[in-house]
């Protein structure tokens, strides 16, 4: 018909129960005008609410045609039927429907969030009020549907239904749960609605009362339509309904951006409801991005302490070591004969191009004494040049200098184990006295600290002099003094109480090499080689009696053990996270369970399937980035307390913080998604039915 509004054409609806088939409705033939008011009756099982619920796009028949306003809707997908009813329809239904916890001016505005285009929340309330004025309930506007009686809530759900303005109005047994006082009430309304502003009114109900307001009485019985009894249209609605927009449903375009804000004002709403329980779900997020921010950080400090340590070495440093000995065909370590000497550090300083800088060293163990204390310790015999090459500051006093060397000098430097072990607290070593192997030493200077090295041992345990001090007055190898021949009574030896003469053997323990830029240790290593080659005539077959070492394996193996313990730390504190994403995807799972029925309610006023899904993510979002956002605040304080308390070196790192966020923001959209994909592809008719 060229007016209708509503036309079915062998319309059938077929469920599955028990695994038999269940015709509810068999062959519907109805066609309703525009701005007409049909009642449909019917005994219990008759087809009526299925009916209603294909007329109002929330089921599909199984076979048969239905148009509305010309249209036919079987090939419009989800998103276009939701926009039907978003726009086009308004529900009215038996239990009201509305959502629990929830104002009733917002109840109101509810379809104005999904209807499109976007519209500011004053806005949408304003409108809801001004409805809720006009029934009646503007004193009620801020109360939940658990504070209004049964007519109160039944004027709210008209409100809501009209809040679009829709050009159908679809009410399924609207006063089945009223008084008789309050059921005319509603149908006054109903009916001025009708006849005042044109509205096209599909109304259910078994009661004959109630359908006597209607214009047409359709009724049905086994799924078929048994009669159809028919009075003249009210001329006033027609005429209303002229200026009234026909034609298919409008495809408003949304904004994704706008969609987001408005939707992350109901989720945060949602999540309001249950403060409790949604801080409960943050806390897992809240521990897992605590512990993350907690641990990186140890581990970034013990990471930049260990790579400290190995600078502190020298980036362009080559050691050279003596070589092994070789006895009875047994090979010994390292170091196990003296094979280094001056002589050898001295032509590696001369003739290698690439050498900026040589230093050697003898080591041995000594005890000294300061007063009625005593500690034995690292005597080490350098030249000027060691600390440099070291890069070992002086926290007091001055260095060792060529002077010193030259000279002899009985002055020494001592390290910071070594100064607390022989001094009292806040008292200053320079210009102190030490006995070392019974010669009297005085104190220069106090090496910075520099803790233990990367294999344990105590860095600042020891105390340095020049190398010729220690070779000629204080650590060299003494021997028996010789026999005097009768020549010698011209040549008197000095006195010697002891009845020994320190040997000059001008050998050393230890050769320390500085590349003049670290580019060039590979150079200088072989440049290095060639060398003590030339002078100990080996190479050529000949095993060497030296080893040349450089620092890069151990930076690089010291380097990768900091990087192993920092990202185990990370992937401990990581599994908090995870623990704290399952939290939110099982919590979420309850809660559209429980919130079945509210989302049946959402897609039956306009929503779309991507409005539930978004909502669901942004509340997963909302409890992550919650929980993100304490944990990192306490992750910060947690690792300045452990740094402050245990002494323990943690570096937070603003990548490390950001980082810990955005896991926490993606843990929360991953562990979200399935709920909220299950809560978007819910039917609405099942979700509305659901108990």
């Known amino acids: 018909m060229r007016n209708s509004v509503i036309e079915l054409e062998k319309v059938t609806r077929v469920y599955a129960a028990g695994g038999m088939p269940v015709a509810a409705l068999r062959g519907i033939d109805l066609s309703i005008e525009r701005g007409a008011f049909v009642a449909i009756m019917g005994p219990s099982g008759s087809g009526k609410s299925t009916l209603m619920h294909i007329l109002g796009c929330l089921d599909r028949p199984s076979s048969g045609t239905y148009r509305l306003e010309g249209h036919p809707t079987a090939p419009l997908g989800d998103g276009a039927l939701a926009t039907i009813r978003g726009r086009r329809i308004g529900f009215v239904f038996q239990s009201f429907n509305l959502l629990p916890r929830t104002s009733a001016v917002e109840n109101v505005a509810l379809p104005l969030l999904y209807a499109g285009p976007v519209t500011p929340r004053a806005h949408r309330l304003g409108r809801a009020r001004e409805l809720l004025a006009r029934l009646g309930l503007d004193s009620h506007a801020g109360k939940t549907p658990n504070q209004l009686s049964g007519g109160q809530q039944q004027r709210v759900a008209l409100a809501r239904a009209l809040v679009n303005d829709p050009a159908i109005l679809l009410a399924d047994e609207p006063t089945g749960n009223l008084d008789s006082a309050t059921a005319v009430e509603i149908m006054e309304g109903l009916r001025a609605l009708n006849r005042d502003e044109g509205v096209t009114v599909v109304l259910v109900t078994h009661a004959a009362e109630i359908a006597a307001y209607a214009d047409r009485i359709v009724t049905l019985r086994d799924g078929r339509v048994a009669s159809d009894r028919r009075t003249p249209p009210t001329p006033c609605g027609v005429a209303r309904m002229a200026g009234r927009p026909a034609g298919g449903p409008e495809q408003p375009a949304f904004s994704s951006l706008p969609l987001a804000a408005m939707t992350t004002g109901t989720a945060r709403r949602a999540l309001a409801t249950n403060k409790l329980r949604s801080a409960l779900t943050s806390l897992g997020i809240f521990i897992g991005v605590a512990a993350l921010i907690a641990m990186t950080s140890l581990g970034q400090g013990a990471r930049e302490a260990v790579r400290q340590q190995v600078a502190s070495l020298g980036t362009s440093l080559v ?221 050529s077959g000949r095993p060497d009696d030296f080893t040349v070492r450089d620092l ?46 509210e989302i049946g309610i959402r897609m039956a ?15 997963a979002s909302l409890l992550s980035a919650m929980g993100g956002a304490a944990g990192l605040l306490v992750g910060i304080g947690a690792s300045a307390a452990i740094s402050y308390f245990a002494h323990w070196p943690t570096i937070i ?19 979200g998604y ?17 108990e």
């Open 319 to 539: 050691i050279v070591l003596p070589g092994a000995t070789t006895a009875n065909g047994v090979r010994a370590g390292n170091a196990s004969a003296a094979t280094l000497s001056v002589a050898d550090a001295d032509a590696i300083g001369r003739e290698d191009s690439v050498v900026k800088r040589v230093s050697y060293a003898n080591r041995q163990v000594a005890q000294v004494q300061y007063g009625n204390r005593n500690w034995s310790t690292a005597i080490q015999g350098v030249t000027p040049a060691y600390l440099e090459i070291q890069k070992w500051r002086i926290a007091a006093g001055r260095s060792l200098t060529k002077e010193d060397n030259e000279q002899a000098a009985m002055v020494c430097v001592i390290g910071q184990t070594v100064y607390r072990r022989l001094f009292a607290e806040h008292e200053s070593p320079v210009g102190a006295s030490l006995l070392v192997n019974g010669r009297p030493l005085r104190i220069v200077g106090l090496l910075a600290p520099r803790g233990q090295s990367a294999l344990g041992n105590d860095q600042d345990d020891m105390l340095m002099l020049a190398f010729n001090t220690a070779e000629r007055k204080v650590t060299g190898v003494a021997v028996p003094a010789p026999v005097p021949s009768p020549l010698a009574t011209q040549f008197p030896p000095s006195p010697n109480p002891y009845g020994l003469q320190p040997k000059l053997t001008g050998l050393v323990n230890l050769i320390f090499v500085e590349a003049r830029t670290p580019e060039l240790i590979p150079q200088a290593m072989r440049e290095v080689t060639a060398t003590l080659q030339r002078r100990h005539l080996t190479g």
């Open 552 to 597: 890069s394996q151990i930076a690089a193996t010291a380097e990768n053990s900091g990087r192993i313990i920092a990202l185990l730390l990370a992937v401990v504190a990581s599994i908090s996270l995870l623990v704290g994403g399952i939290g939110i995807m099982n919590i979420l799972l309850v809660s559209v369970t429980e919130r079945t029925r």
């Open 605 to 619: 006023l306009g929503a779309r399937r991507r409005h539930v899904l978004l909502q669901f993510l942004i509340e």
């Open 653 to 671: 790192r603003p990548a490390a913080v950001a980082g810990s966020f955005a896991a926490s923001a993606a843990i929360g959209i991953l562990f």
């Open 674 to 690: 399935y709920p909220a994909h299950r809560a978007a592809r819910l039917d609405p008719i099942d979700a509305l039915r659901f």
